[in-house]
């Protein structure tokens, strides 16, 4: 038995407390379920920090980051946790916690945790829109094909597209679909695609397995490269009741790797056949169309100036000769009627014109200001004036004048 000295310093107490929790094999390894509080991600050292409580009790707990990068889903407040780990004392505190080496959601397995939670998370930021999906090229020149080059997945695919549509080239990126390395294998073939531009439309995916053979399509960096490619890309992963995050995030979802290689390219049978049936309603089309235009040619060529061109012609000038007798008509009467206008406008100016007055004998006499004199009253004795006759003019003096009133 350890004896203990009378007076101990608080690290010595804090120690000694320490080693006995240490010391006790039921506190080195425990299994711990609860609701998890106060949950912090530290941003720097990359540490969990939480408190795990029941209905009557909490305990605090931290799960260092290299443990932490372990679990695939994040933790928060108010989820129920199973967690493995030991309990322990943190000295310079003297309070004792919860190491945490393992989590699980209670209920709900871890994967299918990380898949709800970065399934909502993508969603939120809109990567599942419809108005993000590119359409599909009608028809591709290169395919590209991301997947396992030892899995019947690549066997099904290049055989449909070569019996499917042989007239597009098979661009093939082989990597691992599964395991460690996998997500990061797929996230550089696409990126290699789009940066070579080698291809118009990408099929990705892989055959069926459990969920967890099927994680990397479900890792957040998979689903990015998915969003941010240029190119068209079809998620062709599993069978058709497993689902992923690519299946989310990518242009098309296809149910398995066969159904996405019909639905990269076209069928070239139905494509020869739609080739064959428009050609041949073509062919119908211009066929009734060339007996319109006969029918018409025909019509034409029966009518009476088609038979009888001259006659035409020769109505056509009589017709002619009567407009031009018509037309030389109107001329000649309006010029009549103008002819007629002007001499009796002319008529009415010359009877108003001062010239013809004094051609009836009459003059005009003007003062010395070349003003016209009315009145004899305008001038006086002895004042020059001017009288203008009808040819000439003279240059008087007054002698006399009288003036007449009424």
């Known amino acids: 038995m350890v004896q203990l000295p009378m007076v101990l310093s608080v690290t010595q107490l804090n120690t000694y407390i320490k080693s006995k929790f240490d010391g006790d094999e039921y506190l080195t390894h425990v299994f711990v379920g609860g609701e998890?509080?106060?949950?912090?991600?530290?941003?720097k050292?990359?540490?969990?920090?939480?408190?795990?409580?029941?209905?009557?009790?909490?305990i605090r707990a931290v799960m260092f980051v290299q443990n932490a990068r372990r679990i695939r889903f994040m933790p928060k407040d108010g989820m129920k946790v199973i967690v493995r780990g030991r309990v322990s004392v943190y000295e310079s505190t003297g309070q004792y916690q919860l190491y945490i080496d393992d989590m699980q959601p209670d209920g709900l397995g871890a994967l299918n945790m990380a898949f709800e939670q970065l399934k909502a998370k993508l969603e939120t930021e809109g990567l599942f829109t419809a108005e993000r999906k590119k359409p599909l090229p009608a028809f591709?020149?290169?395919?590209?094909?991301?997947?396992?080059?030892?899995?019947?997945?690549?066997?099904?695919?290049?055989?449909?597209?070569?019996?499917?549509?042989?007239?597009?080239?098979?661009?093939?990126?082989?990597?691992?679909?599964?395991?460690?390395?996998?997500?990061t294998q797929l996230v550089d073939a696409l990126e290699r695609f789009n940066r070579l531009l080698c291809a118009d439309v990408i099929i990705l995916g892989r055959g069926g397995g459990s969920l967890e053979d099927l994680w990397p399509f479900n890792e957040e960096t998979v689903a990015r490269a998915v969003a941010a490619s240029k190119i068209p890309v079809?998620?062709?992963?599993?069978?058709?009741?497993?689902f992923t995050i690519c299946d989310f995030v990518a242009d098309l979802r296809a149910p398995t790797p066969s159904a996405a290689a019909e639905l990269a390219a076209p069928d070239i049978a139905e494509l020869e056949y739609t080739v064959r049936y428009d050609a041949a309603r073509l062919r119908q089309d211009i066929q009734k169309k060339l007996a319109n235009f006969k029918q018409k040619l025909d019509a034409l060529t029966a009518s009476?100036?088609?038979?009888?061109?001259?006659?035409?012609?020769?109505?056509?000038?009589?017709r002619t000769d009567?407009?031009?007798?018509?037309?030389?008509?109107?001329?000649?009467?309006?010029?009549?009627?103008?002819?007629?206008?002007?001499?009796?406008?002319?008529?009415?100016?010359?009877a108003l014109s001062p010239?013809?007055?004094?051609?009836?004998g009459y003059s005009i006499v003007y003062d010395q200001n070349e003003h016209i004199v009315t009145h004899a009253s305008d001038v006086k004795a002895g004042?020059?004036?001017?009288?203008?006759?009808?040819?000439?003019k003279l240059g008087c003096v007054v002698d006399s004048m009288e003036e007449k009133h009424e």
């Open 322 to 350: 009567q407009l031009t007798a018509r037309l030389n008509e109107c001329m000649r009467r309006k010029t009549a009627d103008a002819r007629s206008a002007l001499s009796s406008a002319g008529g009415r100016l010359n």
């Open 36 to 43: 998890i509080s106060n949950f912090t991600n530290h941003y």
């Open 234 to 242: 079809i998620s062709a992963v599993g069978h058709e009741t497993d």
């Open 45 to 58: 050292s990359g540490h969990f920090y939480l408190s795990l409580k029941d209905e009557k009790c909490v």
């Open 304 to 318: 009476y100036s088609f038979k009888s061109p001259l006659n035409l012609i020769e109505l056509e000038r009589v």
């Open 383 to 392: 004042e020059r004036i001017s009288v203008l006759l009808n040819a000439g």
């Open 355 to 360: 010239l013809a007055t004094l051609s009836r």
């Open 140 to 183: 591709p020149e290169r395919i590209g094909v991301i997947t396992s080059p030892t899995g019947a997945a690549v066997h099904d695919i290049t055989s449909i597209l070569a019996r499917r549509y042989p007239l597009a080239e098979i661009v093939f990126c082989p990597v691992l679909v599964q395991g460690e390395g996998a997500a």
